[in-house]
C-alpha cells in the first residue's frame, strides 16, 4: 500500500550551479549557498508526502467503512447497501491510490540511479509479488468458511501484510514516520481482530484510514521544516 519515499536521499544530494552564480566570497555565505540549493533540491526530491499517505487513508476509511456499514456484528445491516458495494469500492480507491503514489514516486525518483533506486524497485517487487501469494493462499481457504470468517481472514491478512511491509520499509531507510505507521497499523489489525467480525473492519476505517490520514499532515509538517533554507 502506501510505499515508502526515501527521506534520506534529500540529504545527500546538494547541487550548486557554478556556472550561473558567482564564486562565494566568504564562508558564511557558501554556506548559505549550500542550504539554499540544498533546500531547492529537498523540494525536488522529496515529494508531498500527503500524495503518499492520504489517498491510502481515505481509501481504507470509506471502504472498510462501508464494509462495518453493510456487514457489522449481528444479522442487521446498519446501512442498506448491495452486497457487492463495499469490496468494489474499496477496490476503485485502493487502485486509484496505488496509481497516485506510482505517478509521484516516478516524478520524484525517476532520474535517481544508484542504491536508493535499487531499494525502491525490490520493496516494490516485495509488495507485489507478498501480496499475490498470499490472496492465492487465501482464496483457497476463505471458500470453505462462512461469509463473516472468510471477510475476516481476508482483511486482517491484508492489514497485516500492509503493517509489516511498512515496518520493513522504515527499516530499511530509516524512516521514523514508516516504521511507526507499520506499528500502528499492526496493533489496531490484532485489536480488530480479536475484536472479530464486523468490528474488525470499524477498527480498520477509523483507527487505521484515520491513523493514515494523520500521519501524512504530520510528514508533511516535517518535510516543510526541512525544506526551509
Known amino acids: 500500500m502506501t510505499g515508502s519515499p526515501d527521506s534520506t536521499l534529500f540529504r545527500k544530494v546538494v547541487c550548486v550551479d557554478l556556472d550561473d552564480d558567482s564564486p562565494p566570497t566568504d564562508a558564511a555565505a557558501a554556506l548559505r549557498l549550500i542550504r539554499d540549493q540544498r533546500s531547492a533540491t529537498a523540494r525536488r526530491l522529496d515529494p508531498d508526502a500527503r500524495l503518499l499517505y492520504w489517498p491510502w487513508g481515505v481509501a481504507w476509511l470509506v471502504g472498510f467503512g462501508l464494509f462495518f456499514l453493510r456487514f457489522p456484528p449481528g444479522d442487521q445491516a446498519l446501512a ?4 457487492w458495494l463495499p469490496l468494489t469500492v474499496l477496490f ?3 487502485a486509484a491510490a496505488g ?3 506510482a505517478v509521484v514516486s516516478v516524478r520524484a525518483y525517476g532520474q535517481v540511479t544508484g542504491d536508493s533506486a ?3 524497485q525490490w520493496y516494490g517487487y516485495a509488495w507485489a509479488l507478498g501480496s499475490v501469494s498470499v490472496y ?3 482464496g483457497r481457504i ?3 468458511l462462512p461469509h463473516d ?3 475476516l481472514l481476508w482483511s486482517a491478512t491484508a492489514v497485516g501484510l500492509t503493517g509489516a511491509l511498512h515496518m520493513a520499509g522504515g527499516a530499511v531507510w530509516l524512516d521514523q514516520d514508516l516504521f511507526r505507521l507499520g506499528v500502528w497499523i499492526s496493533v489496531i489489525n490484532l485489536i480488530g481482530a480479536i475484536a472479530g467480525p464486523g468490528w474488525h473492519p470499524l477498527v480498520v476505517a477509523v483507527a487505521g484510514g484515520g491513523g493514515m490520514l494523520v500521519a501524512g499532515a504530520l510528514a508533511r509538517r516535517r518535510q516543510r521544516q526541512r525544506q526551509q533554507p
Open 80 to 83: 442498506h447497501l448491495p452486497g
Open 118 to 120: 535499487r531499494r525502491g
Open 92 to 94: 476503485v480507491l485502493l
Open 142 to 144: 476463505s471458500e470453505h
Open 136 to 138: 492465492a493462499g487465501l
Open 149 to 151: 470468517l472468510a471477510a
Open 99 to 101: 496509481a497516485t503514489q
